[in-house]
């Protein structure tokens, strides 16, 4: 079957920003499911000839294939984009931002999310270690979003519109208080949070957060 898929585990929230993206740009595909939990289908062997390292998400674009998380969100909106708005390749400035906070966006998910698989899942992590940590990083980001609304910014990156780095960091923080990590320390990140969600083309992840 020809089209877009993605390799896709419903719990992942690197997963969910693809589906979240591709919502968002009106893109049709068929979601692949793989049993990431407890299968570990993806260190599988079949898995592994789709991607050798054993990760999700993946996505095959008409057989061109791509993984990682930060990948395909750049490559879909570079690719489906027109408006060039999701990922200003014509702005170097913002462009930079969103960089920056695309990474930032790994440390959450190796500290908020971690400590979500943690407390959901009952993987093995140092919880402490991640609580401190994803502290430290909400505490960076409700400033930066408070300095921001106070100049007129409503998203991550300078402009009037959000970009992928808004949809980078949004699930880790949205879900963190499953992982036992308070967001009521930082009003900005949850007003940030309830203007993502007004987003055309916002959609759940599977009912684990309301509308």
Request: hydrophobic residues 40%; contains cysteine; charged residues 25%.
């Amino acid at each position: 079957m020809s089209g877009m898929k993605l390799y896709d585990y419903e719990l992942s929230v690197n997963c969910y920003k693809q589906r979240l993206l591709l919502s968002i740009l009106g893109l049709d595909y068929e979601r692949i499911p793989v049993d990431f939990h407890p299968g570990k289908q993806h260190k599988s062997d079949d898995f592994r000839r789709i991607n050798p390292l054993g990760h999700i998400p993946v996505l095959d674009d008409n057989g061109y294939i791509l993984w990682d998380a930060t990948a395909i969100s750049i490559y879909l909106s570079a690719r489906h984009d027109d408006s060039g708005r999701w990922y200003p390749v014509a702005d170097p400035q913002r462009l930079g931002q969103v960089a920056s906070w695309m990474a930032f966006a790994e440390g959450t998910t190796n500290t908020a999310s971690a400590a979500r698989l943690h407390d959901t899942l009952g993987y093995e992590f140092d919880i402490d270690a991640c609580r401190r940590g994803a502290h430290d990083l909400f505490r960076h980001l409700d400033r930066h979003l408070w300095l921001g609304e106070r100049e007129g910014r409503d998203w991550l990156v300078a402009g009037d519109h959000p970009t992928i780095a808004d949809l980078a960091v949004f699930p880790d923080a949205m879900l963190a208080p499953q992982g036992a990590i308070s967001l009521t320390p930082y009003p900005a990140i949850r007003r940030w949070t309830d203007r993502v969600k007004e987003i055309d083309g916002f959609v759940v992840m599977a009912g684990i957060y309301p509308r």
